[in-house]
């Protein structure tokens, strides 16, 4: 039995669109901030009496449709043949739209294969929660995190990468609580299939991590800023122009994306950004948290939500 804790994370640059839809080989590499106050709890207990697999979230029996062939995956590093049971506990409130398949993937890997008897190393853990889900192999990791695109399952993998020496928050301003109109992952498929502006984002975003790793050595948060919001609007700009046409803003997308553009206007170092749902993220410095929440808070009152840097996965209880 392992219990293990892993943190979600929101990418600066973005991942969107896959190579490899088995192995998940992304055609770009991404970089991520992890979040300290949205995570995931797995336990996992390999047991010889079970005739299959189990798993519960949130203390509700769910089917294993997405848990078994991940588990397939870990039984086949380890050599064993066992069902398991899963439980989950999520504090990401996925409700209201933040992705939780980062740090459930993350902590299923972490989780599944020490109760296995693995003892992974983190690129490791990271190659094997891709296998889940794309987002996940940053999870493994506190602060910010790199997935290097690679060219096969050894060669792409997520590690962390040096701090900036910026004291980096976000606010997460929660503009719709529906679960979301699209899955990520047939929407990622139909834009590399459909959508005449994916070969510009994939040349364009993996330039865009070099500038970024270049902008956090010098810890340069106006670039790290602008390359934030660059990144998230390409890939928006690419899922709108596929076949069907489609898009995850509405109009209080951009409302809170304006107010991010009027607290610049004045001063205050603020980026948004967007992944698979209509919330904006803003990122910003600690020392701007107050003035961030100020300006967002007459359009989005309870709707907003602050946090740091959060640490890499951690074994709770083995
Ligand atoms: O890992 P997935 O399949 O949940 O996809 C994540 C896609 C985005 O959140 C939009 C971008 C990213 O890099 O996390």
Redesign the pocket.
């Known amino acids: 039995m392992t219990l293990a804790r892993a943190h979600t994370?929101?990418?600066l640059?973005?991942?969107?669109g896959k190579k490899d839809a088995r192995l998940?080989l992304p055609y770009t590499s991404?970089i991520?901030l992890t979040l300290a106050d949205f995570y995931t709890d797995t336990r996992v207990t390999f047991d010889p009496t079970l005739g299959e697999d189990r798993f519960t979230l949130d203390g509700t029996i769910l089917p294993t449709t997405k848990v078994t062939p991940f588990l397939d995956l870990v039984r086949d590093l380890a050599g064993r043949h066992q069902f398991a049971s899963v439980s989950s506990v999520n504090h990401v409130p996925t409700a209201a739209g933040l992705?939780s398949?980062?740090s459930a993937?993350a902590a299923l890997a972490l989780a599944a294969s020490r109760a296995a008897g693995l003892r992974l190393a983190p690129r490791e853990l990271s190659r094997l929660a891709r296998r889940g889900?794309?987002?996940?192999s940053?999870s493994l990791f506190g602060g910010l995190a790199i997935?290097h695109r690679g060219f096969d399952d050894a060669t792409s993998f997520a590690e962390a990468l040096p701090a900036p020496k910026l004291d980096l928050a976000m606010v997460v301003v929660l503009v719709s609580a529906k679960a979301k109109a699209k899955a990520?992952?047939s929407l990622?498929a139909n834009t590399v299939a459909t959508s005449p502006y994916y070969p510009a984002w994939v040349e364009h975003n993996q330039q865009a991590c070099e500038r970024m790793l270049q902008a956090l050595a010098a810890s340069d948060f106006e670039r790290i800023g602008e390359l934030t919001e660059q990144s998230a609007m390409q890939?928006h700009a690419a899922i709108m122009a596929g076949d069907p046409a489609f898009t995850y803003f509405q109009p209080e997308t951009l409302a809170a994306w304006q107010t991010v553009q009027q607290l610049r206007a004045a001063g205050v170092a603020a980026y948004a950004t967007m992944?698979?749902g209509p919330n904006v993220k803003v990122l910003t410095l600690a020392a701007h948290v107050p003035a961030v929440v100020a300006a967002l808070t007459p359009q989005f009152a309870g709707r907003l939500l602050t946090t740091r840097p959060g640490p890499a996965a951690t074994v709770l209880e083995d």
């Open positions: 994370n929101i990418a640059i973005k991942y969107w998940i991404s991520s992705a398949s980062a993937y889900s794309g987002s996940a940053r997935w990520s992952r990622m890939m992944d698979a």
